[in-house]
């Protein structure tokens, strides 16, 4: 159930976050702002958490964790960052 619930928060952080991006990048390029660099820090930052999480999946002693133990670990590691900046950017757009 925890884990769900941290997934779930993860999930919708990380697509609020991914709209907001895409948003500004829009706006930006509609006003003949160059867009590639900004979209692709972002796309870095993604990539970048994402494959810590796979190195910390693949730790010997993640790996013989039982499955619902290593998820949970996984998902409260995923979790903390981008929902506070999900939170944030949120709060701060109205």
Not at 60 to 85: E, F, G, K
């Amino acid at each position: 159930m925890a884990t769900a619930l941290l997934g779930a928060a993860t999930a919708v952080s990380v697509t609020w976050l991914t709209f907001m991006v895409l948003m500004i990048s829009v706006w930006g390029a509609a006003s003949g702002a160059a867009v590639g660099g900004f979209l692709g820090g972002y796309a870095a930052c993604l990539a970048g958490g994402a494959a810590l999480l796979v190195a910390l999946a693949f730790l010997p002693p993640v790996r013989r964790m039982a499955p619902p133990r290593r998820w949970l670990l996984l998902a409260a590691v995923a979790c903390p960052v981008p929902l506070t900046l999900a939170v944030v950017t949120w709060v701060s757009a109205g």
